[in-house]
């Protein structure tokens, strides 16, 4: 299963989420974004062998995507706009955010062309995830690969896995310490919880 620890903007708190088991780590180049990190920066922190870099955009132009996916080494786009396939940078895998609310449907996404549909909370105006849950028996069941995103952590992840069967799952505001500043302790825990449910 995806590890995904999200809103990365130091070195310190990669190499702790690595250490921690992470198998995916996000950086969030949305300019509006408290998490928001300069390409060049990103491009600082190293990964270790097998950990993907994602990129976090909100409709971006795809030739930006695709620049600062070259700057920033890149495995992946997670697209948390209005875009559509024609909008996908070429040689990427995407992963499409989509906000869940009460009338959800995972089946209407069933033929959308990315890696993995990762499903957020509900968030308002606000782009790229406002850190609340959503009621996971609305992911339902798809053919689709499925992130779960939006208010997880140490204390809900294993309860959410339980009841979808993720192919992943993505953590950041509940384990912070402030915007962008992640605290260890909880972002080790939530990786800890989330491997133990992985494997029940």
Not at 100 to 128: K, N, Q
């Amino acid at each position: 299963m995806i590890l995904k620890i999200c809103g990365i903007t130091n070195r310190a708190d990669a190499a702790a989420a690595m250490e921690g088991g992470a198998t995916a780590i996000g950086f969030n180049f949305y300019a509006r974004s408290p998490r928001y990190i300069a390409p060049e920066s990103a491009a600082e922190i190293a990964s270790a062998p097998g950990v993907r870099r994602v990129g976090v955009f909100v409709n971006e132009e795809r030739a930006r995507v695709e620049e600062i996916a070259r700057i920033a080494s890149l495995d992946v786009v997670q697209l948390h706009g209005d875009e559509t396939p024609a909008d996908y940078p070429a040689a990427l895998a995407v992963w499409k955010a989509v906000r869940v609310t009460e009338s959800f449907d995972v089946s209407r996404y069933d033929d959308w062309p990315a890696e993995a549909l990762l499903l957020d909370g509900p968030a308002a105006e606000r782009y790229g995830g406002a850190g609340k849950s959503f009621d996971w028996r609305l992911a339902g069941v798809s053919s689709r690969r499925i992130i779960l995103a939006g208010g997880l952590d140490a204390s809900n992840v294993a309860q959410a896995i339980a009841l979808v069967r993720p192919w992943g799952v993505d953590a950041c505001s509940r384990i912070e310490s402030a915007p962008g500043k992640k605290d260890h302790k909880k972002m080790t825990e939530f990786l800890l919880a989330a491997r133990a449910a992985d494997r029940s």
